[in-house]
């Protein structure tokens, strides 16, 4: 059983629709990332989290530490959304426990 | 502003020959990381390093090597290439450890045959 789970593993939606991307850990962490890996492969750190919520732009990402589950919304979906998304806790060893990624493709 | 850069993008090697993946980042960040993602698979710790002359081993280290002479390099070399190394490589860097924004290169895919 990985440390953390993401869901769903893929997700099609339509242009405009409001997504939502879980994460829930089976460890205990002090903060959570989100990652954004495109198409091309490049991997951009979204947010870093360790209460609360942060928005940038049409991205919000949550977080309960107590529930150990955070989850990524995208407002108003666009194709160009569409990417592998990735949640990761920090372990106490200088190591991050990865989720496998929701890979999420909006359609115009 | 670079940021990481990571040199080759892509590449073929044979089974047996040796190569060296280049990593470099110019923001002055402490800790340099090398993950591997395999199709379907989350990023796996190959080996990291929390500053200049400091490595340490991560989750997958078998078959690969790495160093750390300088604050901005952080080559990761392969060995004996097998099957198995086939993989897509990231390096990625911060500033204070995993606790903090973690910066990635744009990958190197690699493929052995």
């Known amino acids: 059983k990985n440390e953390v789970e993401q869901s769903p593993q893929n997700l099609t939606a339509q242009e405009g629709e409001f997504i939502t991307i879980n994460c829930s850990y089976s460890?205990?962490?002090?903060?959570l990332h989100w990652l954004q890996q495109h198409p091309g492969g490049g991997i951009v750190s979204l947010f870093m989290?360790?209460?609360g919520k942060k928005k940038h732009g049409r991205l919000i990402a949550t977080i309960n530490i107590q529930e150990k589950h955070s989850s990524l919304h995208i407002t108003a979906s666009h194709p160009r959304d569409s990417a592998v998304y990735i949640c990761?806790?920090?372990?106490?060893?200088?190591?991050?426990?990865f989720g496998t990624g929701t890979s999420l493709t909006v359609i115009p | 502003n670079a940021g990481v850069t990571q040199t080759p993008k892509f590449r073929i090697l044979k089974i047996g020959q040796s190569m060296t993946l280049q990593c470099t980042q110019d923001?002055?960040?402490?800790?340099m990381y090398w993950y591997r993602q395999d199709p379907g698979m989350g990023l796996k710790l190959i080996y990291y390093?929390?500053?200049?002359?400091?490595?340490d081993k991560g989750e997958v280290p078998n078959g690969y090597n790495v160093s750390r002479s300088t604050t901005e390099d952080f080559p990761l070399r392969l060995e004996l290439a097998a099957p198995s190394q086939t993989s897509v490589y990231f390096c990625?860097?911060?500033?204070?450890?995993?606790?903090?924004?973690?910066?990635f290169g744009q990958g190197t895919r690699l493929t052995v045959v």
């Open positions: 923001m002055n960040h402490n800790y």
């Open positions: 990761a806790g920090p372990n106490t060893g200088n190591q991050f426990y």
């Open positions: 460890v205990g962490i002090s903060a």
């Open positions: 989290l360790s209460s």
């Open positions: 390093s929390v500053g200049a002359g400091i490595t």
């Open positions: 990625a860097s911060s500033q204070g450890g995993v606790g903090t924004e973690a910066f």
